[in-house]
């Protein structure tokens, strides 16, 4: 009840009294409802605001799923009706992350955490002092339910991450087999102890597995051929083909001398690979590009066909100066009709020819510029001079400082060949 009661005085004696009294109960319990409906409406802010942060943790995918956990214990406590005095834990795989100070207490509420069924973690909550009995020991019903919420999401976050690793774990297992296909199918060996002349060459692998491929000849001490070739397309389609169009120049070579009086020409080999591959390229809708050169130092010659391939540079050592090297023809597998045709040019000692593949002048920076010819034009008039082993390893430090990484989009292949002695002729020193 709720009232007030006046008193009438007649000369300081009280004479008569009237009171007023009304009934509130009515009154007091909406007061205590809306009392509670606001307790209820801030506590599902809070709850909002906890799950709205854990989607914002999971927009951010460059966070590791260790970083993650660590965040959303630091979002419970607030969710709850007693944040002051609450402590919160995540377990998962044996590894915890707890709130600053945490303890605990009798007073808890947990729940388990599940991927594909099976338990692999728990959520935990403690308040450090008692508070009045609720719907499970102190806690409220609606904390219940915002734990089973979190642990839900717990679980699916754990199950992305790990779906996302064993995408990684198989991205790096392709990258090994890609390296191994190219290193054992795709790379020749350069030919050691040549007289008047010395052969490097490398590849750095992509992300990815491509089609790059070279490959020598030795016919004589003094002669030699170089083959580099790129097939159009990435992963192992890509590399098997350039597999395959290596190992028909390997058969053909022989094939050709025991139909012919001399050894064959770059042109009739280039024309005898085209004649046995350009069907099988056409038919999947792919094309090579090659360099098939031959270095014959006894007539002091480099004999040289282009199939649509990055061109050749020619440092001459005597000038310093550098002329690419290149002809008309279309890469492999484009037009059955095609005719390949040499072109020659002479070689004098401490002259560099360096072959390469589009990785090298494709490579990006990230930023929308790319290494380019003019580049590797500069980084070959500085190294020119220098053993063809340190050619290849220049040019691959300054690609790769362009680039800010290894991690290339593409592959990054050279092969430089380093004229030493031509007719018993050796550079002046």
């Known amino acids: 009840l709720e009232g007030n009661v006046n008193c009438r005085l007649v000369e300081g004696e009280p004479v008569s009294t009237r009171g007023i009294f009304r009934n509130i109960t009515e009154r007091k319990r909406m007061e205590s409802e809306l009392q509670k409906r606001t307790r209820d409406l801030d506590m599902r802010v809070r709850q909002l605001y906890c799950l709205y942060g854990i989607s914002r943790l999971l927009e951010n995918r ?28 995540i377990t ?5 992350y707890r709130t600053a100070g945490f303890r605990e207490t009798p007073w808890q509420l ?22 009045p009995p609720a719907y499970e020991g102190p806690f409220l ?32 297992m392709e990258m090994e087999i890609g390296a191994r296909i190219q290193q054992t199918l795709l790379l020749g060996t350069p030919p050691e102890d040549l007289a008047g002349m010395r052969i490097a060459a490398q590849t750095i692998p992509s992300r990815g597995i491509a089609g790059d491929f070279y490959d020598f000849f030795r016919h004589t001490d003094r002669c030699v051929d170089v083959i580099v070739g790129d097939v159009m397309g990435k992963g ?23 139909s012919m009086d001399h050894l064959p020409e770059p042109e009739e080999i280039v024309q005898h690979v085209h004649g046995e591959m350009v069907r099988k390229l056409i038919n999947l809708e792919s094309f090579l590009t090659l360099c098939y050169a031959r270095f014959d130092l006894e007539r002091g010659m480099v004999d040289l066909v282009d199939c649509g391939h990055t061109k050749t540079l020619h440092f001459h050592a005597a000038t310093g100066r550098i002329s690419v090297i290149g002809g008309d023809n279309i890469p492999l597998g484009i037009m059955e009709e095609e005719t390949y045709r040499q072109v020659s040019r002479k070689v004098e000692p401490g002259d560099l020819f360096f072959f390469y593949s589009d990785g090298v002048t494709d490579a990006g920076n990230g930023r929308g510029g790319f ?18 082993e340190r050619v290849v390893e220049e040019v691959k430090k300054e690609v790769v400082a362009f ?7 593409d592959d ?18």
């Open 62 to 89: 460059d966070l590791a799923l260790e970083e993650i956990l660590a965040g959303i214990v630091d979002l419970i406590p607030p969710a709850l009706q007693y944040p002051e005095i609450t402590s919160a834990g």
């Open 92 to 96: 998962v795989d044996r590894e915890t």
């Open 110 to 131: 947990a729940r388990p955490i599940f991927v594909e069924g099976q338990e692999v973690g728990t959520v935990r909550v403690f308040y450090r002092e008692e508070r």
């Open 141 to 172: 019903k609606e904390e219940r339910t915002l734990l089973n919420v979190v642990t839900e999401r717990i679980g699916k976050i754990i199950d992305r991450k790990r779906a996302a690793a064993a995408v990684a774990r198989a991205r790096e």
């Open 236 to 258: 192992i389609p890509a590399a098997l083909l350039g597999a395959e169009s290596k190992g028909c120049f390997s058969r053909t070579m022989p094939t050709l001398m025991l």
């Open 371 to 388: 290494f380019g010819e003019e580049r590797l034009l500069d980084s070959i008039r500085r190294y020119g001079h220098l053993d063809p």
């Open 403 to 409: 680039c800010g990484s290894e991690a290339l989009s």
């Open 412 to 429: 990054l292949t050279c092969v430089a060949v380093k004229i030493e002695e031509v007719g018993g002729r050796r550079k002046k020193r």
